[in-house]
């Protein structure tokens, strides 16, 4: 009975030992952060099977007057004894069989991710979603992330992400054995890469509406013609898939749909720095990808993204037509060139009055407009002078 119970207090002892100690290292590094970010949380926990909770988690950037808090980030891990290691379990390379990262609760304010959108919103999937211009402007999530290492050949890597626009979730399935060569300049362990997206299909309305918009277009048509275009950059790496991927794109952006995209690159890919050399669409054919929506297959059609045609902007012209002194008055409001006596410099500008005496011309100094007066007897030349736009051949 003795034995059990110090026993016991060696390891409730232990537990709070191990939660101060983390404690007072997040603490730390919270502190030595404040510069970039002001972060704090309610309380950290260590649980009896190794894992550990952090709950309360605020965090708001410097200099922002928005914040992202987080109900609850917890680590779990299939070796109980992980915390008790600390760093030096990951000294060597090692990693446990399981390894799990949950965010519960995350909320953000929209308004910061909008002010990272690309400067022409609606060209390609992530500038559509200005949340605040479609009515979301607090972003609720969860996500979690993990290592599997069981099987070592097959090690996997995953990442599950869901908030009011869609969920997301991705798994990287590669040889671990292979890790520590690749880090040396071999090739990349990597077999596969599954990814699995759904949109929610109101915020994807609220999305059509407002990119609708911003081209002065119908829904339908910003949906049909931009989204299911070959010119937009929704088609990465400079390649367009074909007409039956546009059209699978266009359904999955309107929401309420599934869709899966599976990639097992080729050995000649995974080779360091074998891709450099590579075309687009070549590098595109050797993922070997493969594309569903809700469950049918979609053929690609793998061709060079055509590259619209360079806008050819019309050429300016000045063309001067001279006129006399004593017509300037009909010329009054219009743009004037006048040539001065002894070799002074001409004075440009628009014609404001006209006197007996001289002529006052509104010009334009780097400090600003002006008003110059000129005297006729200082006029050796007037010109009125017109710009006409010519349009290369």
């Known amino acids: 009975m003795i034995v059990l119970v110090v026993l016991a207090l060696l390891v409730v002892g232990g537990k709070y030992y191990i939660e101060y100690s983390y404690k007072k290292e997040l603490d730390q590094m919270l502190i030595s952060a404040r510069s970039m970010v002001d972060a704090r949380y309610q309380d950290l926990k260590v649980g009896y099977d190794g894992s550990l909770t952090v709950t309360g988690v605020v965090v708001k950037p410097a200099e922002l007057d928005h914040d992202i808090s987080i ?50 919103p609606c060209r390609d999937i992530w500038s559509s979603y200005a949340y605040t211009q479609i009515g979301l402007d607090r972003i ?87 989204i299911g275009s070959a010119k937009y ?39 360091m720095g074998g891709s450099r050399s590579m075309k687009s669409k070549d590098i595109i054919k050797k993922l070997n990808l493969k594309v569903s929506v809700d469950g049918l297959a979609i053929p690609i059609e793998i061709k060079e993204q055509e590259k619209p045609k360079a806008v050819v902007k019309p050429k300016k012209k000045v063309v001067y037509t001279a006129i006399s002194v004593g017509q300037a008055r009909d010329y009054i409001n219009k743009h004037v060139r006048i040539q001065r006596t002894k070799d002074r410099s001409p004075i440009e500008g628009r014609l404001l009055t006209v006197t007996g005496s001289s002529l006052a011309v509104e010009i334009y100094r780097y400090t600003g407009v002006m008003t110059y007066t000129v005297p006729k007897g200082d006029i ?8 006409e736009r010519v349009t290369p051949e």
């Open 71 to 120: 109900s609850k980030i917890s680590l779990s891990s299939s070796d109980r004894f992980l915390l008790l290691r600390g760093k030096s379990y990951f000294k060597d390379g090692k990693f446990p069989d399981k390894l799990n990262l949950n965010i519960d609760g995350m909320g953000f304010d929209s308004a910061m991710f909008d002010m990272s959108t690309d400067t022409k």
């Open 233 to 271: 950059s929704f088609n990465s790496f400079g390649v367009d898939y074909g007409p039956e991927f546009r059209e699978s794109l266009v359904k999955f952006m309107q929401g309420g749909v599934q869709a899966d995209l599976v990639m097992k690159p080729s050995k000649e890919l995974l080779k």
């Open 380 to 387: 050796a030349k007037i010109e009125l002078y017109e710009v």
């Open 140 to 226: 609720e999530a969860d996500a979690q992330f993990g290592f599997d290492f069981r099987d070592p050949y097959n090690a996997s890597m995953n990442l599950y992400y869901q908030d009011d626009t869609g969920s997301l979730s991705m798994e990287w399935v590669f040889d671990s054995g292979a890790l520590e060569l690749a880090m040396v300049g071999g090739d990349t362990p990597l077999k596969e890469i599954s990814l699995t997206a759904n949109l929610n299909a109101e915020v994807s309305a609220a999305v059509g509406e407002y990119c609708a918009g911003v081209f002065k277009i119908s829904s339908e048509d910003y949906f049909n013609k931009i």
